[in-house]
Protein backbone atom coordinates (compact mmCIF):
# COMPACT_ATOMS: atom_id res chain seq x y z
CA UNK A 1 0.00 0.00 0.00
CA UNK A 2 1.45 3.34 -0.44
CA UNK A 3 -0.11 7.02 -0.74
CA UNK A 4 -1.90 6.96 -3.90
CA UNK A 5 -3.55 10.95 -4.18
CA UNK A 6 -5.06 13.81 -1.97
CA UNK A 7 -8.49 15.24 -2.69
CA UNK A 8 -8.79 18.69 -1.84
CA UNK A 9 -12.63 20.78 -2.35
CA UNK A 10 -12.29 23.72 -4.02
CA UNK A 11 -15.02 26.55 -4.77
CA UNK A 12 -13.28 27.31 -8.31
CA UNK A 13 -11.08 24.53 -9.61
CA UNK A 14 -10.24 27.16 -12.37
CA UNK A 15 -8.82 29.29 -10.09
CA UNK A 16 -7.07 26.73 -7.89
CA UNK A 17 -5.36 25.14 -10.92
CA UNK A 18 -4.02 28.88 -11.25
CA UNK A 19 -2.86 28.48 -8.18
CA UNK A 20 -1.45 25.38 -8.35
CA UNK A 21 0.33 25.74 -11.27
CA UNK A 22 2.09 28.98 -9.90
CA UNK A 23 3.13 26.19 -7.21
CA UNK A 24 4.74 24.14 -10.08
CA UNK A 25 1.98 21.52 -10.94
CA UNK A 26 1.69 21.01 -14.66
CA UNK A 27 -0.35 18.85 -17.27
CA UNK A 28 -3.48 18.58 -14.81
CA UNK A 29 -6.12 16.69 -16.77
CA UNK A 30 -9.40 17.87 -16.40
CA UNK A 31 -12.77 15.46 -15.64
CA UNK A 32 -16.08 16.41 -15.82
CA UNK A 33 -18.49 13.96 -14.01
CA UNK A 34 -22.14 15.25 -13.63
CA UNK A 35 -23.28 11.51 -12.44
CA UNK A 36 -20.99 12.77 -9.46
CA UNK A 37 -21.94 16.56 -9.08
CA UNK A 38 -18.49 17.13 -9.45
CA UNK A 39 -15.47 18.85 -12.39
CA UNK A 40 -12.22 18.01 -11.13
CA UNK A 41 -8.02 19.09 -12.84
CA UNK A 42 -5.99 16.04 -11.50
CA UNK A 43 -1.96 16.68 -10.94
CA UNK A 44 0.56 14.07 -11.14
CA UNK A 45 2.99 14.67 -8.69
CA UNK A 46 5.95 11.98 -8.08
CA UNK A 47 4.42 8.65 -7.63
CA UNK A 48 0.99 10.27 -6.43
CA UNK A 49 -1.74 13.07 -7.26
CA UNK A 50 -3.46 16.10 -6.53
CA UNK A 51 -7.15 16.23 -7.41
CA UNK A 52 -8.89 19.32 -6.77
CA UNK A 53 -12.30 18.57 -6.69
CA UNK A 54 -15.10 21.47 -7.45
CA UNK A 55 -18.96 20.60 -6.87
CA UNK A 56 -21.38 21.39 -9.66
CA UNK A 57 -24.41 19.76 -8.00
CA UNK A 58 -24.54 21.38 -4.45
CA UNK A 59 -26.87 18.48 -3.36
CA UNK A 60 -24.16 15.64 -4.16
CA UNK A 61 -21.45 14.64 -1.56
CA UNK A 62 -19.24 17.09 -2.26
CA UNK A 63 -21.38 20.23 -2.78
CA UNK A 64 -22.72 18.88 0.73
CA UNK A 65 -19.38 18.82 2.19
CA UNK A 66 -18.48 22.63 0.71
CA UNK A 67 -21.79 23.67 2.23
CA UNK A 68 -20.96 22.22 5.36
CA UNK A 69 -17.48 22.32 6.12
CA UNK A 70 -16.05 25.08 3.21
CA UNK A 71 -12.93 24.41 0.78
CA UNK A 72 -9.74 22.44 2.11
CA UNK A 73 -8.86 18.24 2.26
CA UNK A 74 -11.55 16.30 1.69
CA UNK A 75 -9.90 12.76 1.15
CA UNK A 76 -6.44 10.67 1.64
CA UNK A 77 -6.39 7.88 -1.15
CA UNK A 78 -4.26 4.76 -1.14
CA UNK A 79 -3.08 2.44 -3.70
CA UNK A 80 -4.40 -1.29 -2.98
CA UNK A 81 -3.24 -4.39 -5.07
CA UNK A 82 -6.44 -6.19 -4.78
CA UNK A 83 -9.65 -3.88 -3.77
CA UNK A 84 -11.87 -6.44 -2.97
CA UNK A 85 -9.28 -8.47 -0.93
CA UNK A 86 -8.82 -4.99 0.91
CA UNK A 87 -12.49 -4.46 1.46
CA UNK A 88 -13.02 -8.20 2.40
CA UNK A 89 -9.72 -7.63 5.12
CA UNK A 90 -11.44 -4.41 6.32
CA UNK A 91 -15.27 -5.79 6.44
CA UNK A 92 -13.44 -8.58 8.56
CA UNK A 93 -12.21 -6.32 10.83
CA UNK A 94 -14.97 -4.14 11.66
CA UNK A 95 -14.03 -1.55 9.92
CA UNK A 96 -16.89 0.70 8.81
CA UNK A 97 -17.71 0.87 4.60
CA UNK A 98 -19.33 3.40 2.63
CA UNK A 99 -18.46 1.40 -0.33
CA UNK A 100 -18.50 -2.53 0.20
CA UNK A 101 -18.27 -3.16 -3.40
CA UNK A 102 -15.74 -0.57 -5.65
CA UNK A 103 -16.81 1.68 -8.00
CA UNK A 104 -15.46 3.16 -11.29
CA UNK A 105 -13.72 6.74 -9.87
CA UNK A 106 -11.48 9.07 -12.45
CA UNK A 107 -9.51 7.84 -14.52
CA UNK A 108 -11.18 4.35 -14.36
CA UNK A 109 -9.72 3.41 -11.75
CA UNK A 110 -11.58 1.25 -9.17
CA UNK A 111 -12.23 2.90 -6.22
CA UNK A 112 -13.85 2.56 -2.43
CA UNK A 113 -14.29 4.41 0.03
CA UNK A 114 -13.59 3.93 3.85
CA UNK A 115 -15.92 5.54 6.74
CA UNK A 116 -14.22 8.76 8.58
CA UNK A 117 -15.19 7.13 12.04
CA UNK A 118 -13.16 4.25 10.85
CA UNK A 119 -10.33 6.51 10.22
CA UNK A 120 -9.80 8.79 12.99
CA UNK A 121 -11.93 11.39 11.44
CA UNK A 122 -10.28 10.94 7.89
CA UNK A 123 -12.39 9.84 4.87
CA UNK A 124 -10.30 7.59 3.63
CA UNK A 125 -10.26 6.48 -0.35
CA UNK A 126 -8.45 3.15 -1.48
CA UNK A 127 -7.94 2.47 -5.75
CA UNK A 128 -6.73 -0.16 -7.58
CA UNK A 129 -5.38 1.35 -10.94
Sequence with gaps: MRLH???IVVADVEAAARKYEALGF???ERFEVPAQGIVAIVYK???GYIELIQPTDPEGPIGRFMAKRGEGAHHVAYAVDDIESALARLKAAGVRLIDEVPRVGLHGWRIAFIHPESCHGVLTEL???
Design 45 to 47: TGP
Design 5 to 7: HVG
Design 127 to 129: VEE
Design 26 to 28: RNG
